[in-house]
Structure formats: C-alpha cells, structure tokens
C-alpha cells in the first residue's frame, strides 16, 4: 500500500491541474496574459499552481523516488526546476513558456498522475480481496 501522504499529493496535483485548466479556458494565445490586467492576474494565478505541483512533485520524489521511474515521458525534473524558477526567480517567467506548459504538458502531466492513482486503486481493492 502506498504512503498515504503521497497519495494524498496526487490528489492535490490533480486539483492544482483542474485549477490551472479552467483559467487557462480564458486564454487563446500566450500574449493574452501579458496584454491585460486580468491576463496578467491569470498569469500569476496559473504560475502559483505550476508551482504547487512542482514542490508537490518534490516531495512525493523525497518519499517515494522510484514512483516516478515508471512514467518516463513526463519530465519530472523540469517541472521540479520551474517550481524554483517561480519561486526564486518569478521576473524571469515566461509567459510563452507558460502558456505552452498550459496547452501541451499539463494534459499529459494529468493523465500520468490519473494513471498513478488508479493503479494505486486497483492495488489497494487488491489488496482488500
């Protein structure tokens, strides 16, 4: 049985991602949040939760280093460095790369931490036969 703890920072990656996608519905192009008031607190908002899940990462990689071993495609390590990058150097963000982050890894990142937590499921439902 897994580390509750780790179980528990999935489910939080899941909720900062279902977050980050219903802002990001008010954004079509990476300009957007740089060219308005309201795009620029989207951007902020979005970057906060990138920056959830970048430490979230970090610590379920403390606990259980070997979780992430069997999702390869998903670049762990660069999302753990963008959660510095926001934290410690938030005037170097990129928009464009933000929007992109949005648009292209976070659909992927999702399913992989879907996929964890239902092989979790199925592990424990298992486990109580």
């Not at 403390?62 to 926001?86: A, G, T």
């Amino acid at each position: 049985m897994r580390n509750p703890i780790v179980s528990d920072n999935l489910k939080i990656i899941v909720e900062s991602i279902d977050l980050i996608e219903d802002r990001f519905l008010k954004i079509n192009l990476a300009d957007e949040f740089v060219t308005s008031p309201e795009g620029v607190l989207l951007l902020d908002a979005i970057s906060m939760r990138l920056q959830v899940i970048g430490e979230t990462v970090k610590k379920i990689d403390k606990i259980e280093p070997s979780l992430f071993e069997m999702y390869q495609d998903v670049e762990w390590r660069k999302i753990m460095r963008l959660r510095d990058i926001i934290s410690h150097h938030y005037e170097m963000v990129d928009h464009e790369i933000i929007f992109d982050i949005c648009e292209t890894h976070l659909p992927r990142l999702k399913l992989a931490i879907q996929n964890i937590i239902r092989k979790e499921n199925q592990s424990n439902s298992g486990n109580s036969a």
